[in-house]
Every structure is written in structure tokens, then in C-alpha cells.
């Protein structure tokens, strides 16, 4: 089964950097997505960035110009290096791997706390 583990995360003052990393394992195929989301209390869960394994990438328009999203096919692994963080970064994130043709799989990790301060 396919499986994620995620590292990274913590706090951070405003303005600061942080970088998140997940890595994959399992029968992922050879077309996926990899991507962080994020959740913070009371509110839904939704998209940070996302990157396919041909390198092309969607940013939410709140972290356009501050996130980078990358990958390493070769090790299964995304990282998503976050600069210049905000209070309102402030959230749970999920890493996420999913086929995204019909019927495909879609896993999720366990989270990781992302905390920035002013």
C-alpha cells in the first residue's frame, strides 16, 4: 500500500523559513500528483502546492512568490520550501499523493504543525 511520511514543520517568527518533505513508498505508479495542503482550525482543508511527475506545479495564490514545490522522482520525495511566512500561514499540513485519473488512489500523511508567530 501506498504510504507517506512527512518531516519537517515547527515554529517559526513571522518572516521567517521553513521547509516541509515527504516521502512516498509503495506501488505510486509512474503518473502522479504530490502535493501539501493545508487546514487551519475551523476551516477547510485546502491547496498549498502541488507538483506532478512531470514537474508541473499549481500554487494557491496565497503562497504565489513564496512557496516552492519540488520533487525528486528518483526518491519519491516532494518538498516544499516556504519563505517569508505569515501568521495566516499558520496551519496543519498534509502531504498528499494521489493517480489523478478516475478511479485512482489518493493517501494522505498524518500532518505537521506549521506555527508562525508576529
Known amino acids: 500500500q501506498v504510504q507517506l511520511v512527512e518531516s519537517g514543520g515547527g515554529a517559526v517568527q513571522a518572516g521567517g523559513s521553513l521547509s516541509l518533505s515527504c516521502a512516498a513508498s509503495g506501488p505510486i505508479g509512474s503518473f502522479n500528483v504530490m502535493g501539501w495542503y493545508r487546514q487551519a482550525p475551523g476551516k477547510q482543508r485546502t491547496l498549498v502546492a502541488d507538483?506532478?511527475?512531470?514537474?508541473?506545479?499549481n500554487y494557491a495564490d496565497s503562497v504565489k512568490g513564496r512557496v516552492t514545490i519540488s520533487r525528486a522522482n528518483a526518491k519519491n520525495t516532494v518538498v516544499l520550501q516556504m519563505n517569508s511566512l505569515k501568521p495566516e500561514d499558520t496551519a496543519v499540513y498534509y502531504c498528499?499523493?494521489?493517480?489523478?485519473?478516475?478511479?485512482?488512489?489518493?493517501?494522505w500523511g498524518q500532518g505537521t504543525q506549521v506555527t508562525v508567530s508576529s
Open positions: 507538483i506532478n511527475t512531470s514537474g508541473n506545479t
Open positions: 498528499n499523493i494521489k493517480d489523478p485519473r478516475p478511479f485512482g488512489f489518493s493517501v
